[in-house]
């Protein structure tokens, strides 16, 4: 069973940073895309970035430029470095992974960008 867990998330004042780690478990192979989500409140859950195996990445054009994304698969592990937070950056964060046709979710992670 394929298990997900982000940590990293917290209050953090506008022009701050946070990253966001997913780690995960119970896979013996690496997995092909793996990205982030976010849904804040009363909103629907959108696309934040995701990495492919090779190392391609793509961003949401609100984050384009102050997150970014990386993996390490040894570790089978995503992160999101996430510089010059606004206040509409506030949502719970999800990692997502994709393996084969098979897609699994984290938990989420609470980012609030506050003064």
């Known amino acids: 069973q394929v298990r997900l867990v982000e940590s990293g998330g917290g209050l953090v004042q506008p022009g701050g940073s946070l990253r966001l780690s997913c780690s995960t478990s119970?896979?013996?192979?690496?997995?092909?895309?793996m990205g982030w989500y976010r849904q804040a409140p009363g909103k629907q859950r959108e696309s934040v970035a995701h990495?492919?195996?090779?190392?391609?990445?793509t961003y949401s054009g609100s984050v384009k430029g102050r997150f970014t994304i990386s993996r390490d698969d040894a570790e089978n592990t995503v992160y999101l470095q996430m510089n010059s937070l606004k206040f509409e950056d506030t949502a719970v964060y999800y990692c997502?992974?994709?393996?084969?046709?098979?897609?699994?979710w984290g938990q989420g992670t609470q980012v609030t960008v506050s003064s």
């Open positions: 990495i492919s195996s090779s190392g391609s990445t």
């Open positions: 997502n992974v994709w393996q084969g046709a098979r897609s699994y």
């Open positions: 119970g896979s013996l192979f690496s997995f092909n895309v």
